[in-house]
């Protein structure tokens, strides 16, 4: 029996999500975003094996949380999909997810550094990003998730964090929706650059806990600004090819 | 009763000056530049709420030192209109101001740094920037200058300095033209740049207040060499939208 | 007699991966990838002399291992094919090369530190690359690798690895096809820009051997989702011109 | 009477000169090229004040030793012409001058550390770079070479070296050709790059005097494959607008 479809609207915000990323400098041939199904709590969206660039309408699939197809496809899946499934089962305040490589978070995924928040754009990291070493759950692996287990593994370590440093591989983000999720991933990434230098500067005064808080909340009703601007970064986009 | 509309080139000009901005690195979604009115010096010109590399010449919004619009508007303000105000209100010889989250910059911000002249192309930078900490004005704060309260004693640390560095936030600088303000927010990010890697290499000779004011003055009067080349890189555009 | 001439596909794929070796940043007027001709084990496909982003059709060239061009052409060839040459000639399981001086690279080879895989990516650089210093074969050269002489000496600092640091000069990987030799010199530069970053935050936690070794069979085949977004990239691309 | 006229040729070139700098980013708005005469070894091609990437044929202006317009111009002059004139006044052997600020460089001005060849593509700079502290010969000054007394200092500073770093200003280097001036420019700022980077990560081992010289000769013969791709990257340009 086919499951009820997602809302076309919810399927061009993935596909021009997976466009911004790309646009942005956060994920290069890999990395992938997904959203929560907007009718059926317990399905994600989510391209099969394409580069984000290169994502079209035609690509989203839906997924239940054993990482199976719901939707008809005949194309490969990314075999990571279980960091998505996982997190959504986790988490019910979770509506989109984003894993990426992106550049200056790694070098802190790699030595066990957290990322902390250097200022009020990066006010979601509160008082520090969460840490998962994969050795610990699956041993000598190819580090990927590729198997509910180690994506159960990842969702615990993320616990209730919005960001997650993954220990030889790179990063994931959450968000109560997509464009949430899109503009942790981009700050994040902008505050592991600034991290970076100001440490080699002298000691960091980081935003606090409060302060952290109280910028998140503010960010989230200025998104609209910064989504207005990626969107129109990419010029005229044919979200078929 | 409405007030003397600003000059269609002083609103041209600002139009200009938020693109520049955002082709030049200093802003993304977030950041704004303003300019002093140019016959009631008690109003100021500043675009409501966008980003700034999508401003159009119907965005531009007169605003008093009470951050209240005083030209027909129904679009929502920045909430960091205060900077501005109160900026002007302290500061009779400004004539326009920039605040920006600017990336190499605020690694020096957090960590309590002040930039200093490293060539003559910051003499403006005189013997250092100025230092603002929100906490002791305003406590824990969402760490954006949302009142006047704030903008005050935002304005209190920068003092006669033509920028200040404002702890996990970004930087605000300004000048006696848009130009030269613009000017400035662009080379303060360049400064700290060369200023963040020289500082590795070694003990670094800045200019000494003679050279950075010699050198501040000279800068002026080459002004219109890089503005015409920031516009030019613009290419064609539309300031209508 | 005349050679076999390669396949057209192959020809053309060699031009693709010069031009994507310069979109990618890994070579600018300088640099060469090369691959083993498809019917003619002892013969390898290189351009003549001429920068990476402008190489076409026709300047593709056949050699043989003693660096002589075994197809018709009269251009100049690099000065360094006897790099491609002695490395076909030493290692039958290498079927493409690549050549260039990809800035994240350099610091590394002029130090004497080995790159060493930070995320899966790079799983192919397994225990570390290798090292080669021409002062020991040759004494003081103009660093290039212009005789069999001094690529003889190359592949055997390369041995069973799969990328080289040269002293004083830039690297060298190895593929078992154009795709992963591309692929390779690419991941190469992103992993040493992430190793500098990292070795400045703290101790390093690199792949083991067998994490470096699953990683590096994994990423063979997602190849594809990479190749596929480095040729769009390129846009629309006249192979002759 | 009028001096005889710069050869067409010459005079297009140096406009390529100067779109090359700017493409490549090594100027912005600021900075200047100049070649020598090719008929009158006392004259020198220089710009009016304009920015690099502005420069079309009727800016090229001929200068005299005393940095006076020797053909005809109602434009500003460059207020550093000084840098050029009198460097082929003291150096017979030099055709081609380009002064710029370039980002990598300045670092090691500022901090007295000579830029040293980490690569053979930099062998120009041979035992390294010269330096020149305008203090010395001026005390405090805007930095600007504004006079052929400072003109001269620096010369002398540059002695027979290819490459003078400024302190609290930018860098000078000098070539046979204008290529050769332009190539030396591009990769002072690369070796600037890479030697930052390197000294980060451990001792360097740089090309020693031999192997710089050698390099030096060699690359002179490869620039073409360079300068034709910088020119290439420029796409169509139109020299008179």
């Not at 391209?47 to 199976?68: E, K, L, Q, T």
């Not at 981009?186 to 500067?201: F, M």
């Amino acid at each position: 029996m086919p499951i009820n479809p997602p809302s076309p609207e919810l399927v061009d915000k993935l596909v021009y999500a997976n466009r911004i990323l790309y646009d942005q400098g956060i994920v290069d041939g890999l990395g992938h975003a997904s959203v929560r199904h907007d009718s059926l709590p317990h399905v994600f969206l989510l391209s099969c094996n394409r580069a984000p660039a290169m994502v079209r309408r035609r690509d989203i699939v839906c997924y239940d949380f054993a990482g199976d197809a719901v939707s008809e496809t005949s194309e490969r899946p990314y075999l990571e999909r279980f960091i998505h499934a996982e997190i959504y089962r986790a988490r019910p305040d979770v509506v989109a997810v984003v894993h990426s490589h992106s550049p200056s978070v790694i070098p802190f995924a790699v030595t066990h550094n957290p990322l902390r928040p250097v200022f009020h754009m990066s006010g979601f990291l509160g008082s520090g990003s969460a840490h998962f070493e994969i050795r610990e759950a699956g041993g000598n692996t190819d580090m990927l998730i590729r198997s509910s287990y180690l994506g159960e593994a990842l969702a615990r370590s993320l616990a209730g964090h919005t960001c997650v440093l993954m220990r030889g591989h790179g990063s994931t983000v959450v968000g109560a929706s997509l464009e949430q999720a899109v503009y942790r991933a981009i700050y994040a990434e902008v505050n592991a650059k600034l991290q970076l230098a100001a440490q080699g500067l002298g000691e960091v005064m980081y935003l606090n806990e409060q302060e952290a808080q109280l910028s998140s909340d503010m960010n989230d009703g200025q998104m609209p600004r910064s989504w207005n601007l990626w969107i129109k970064r990419l010029g005229e986009v044919d979200l078929d090819h």
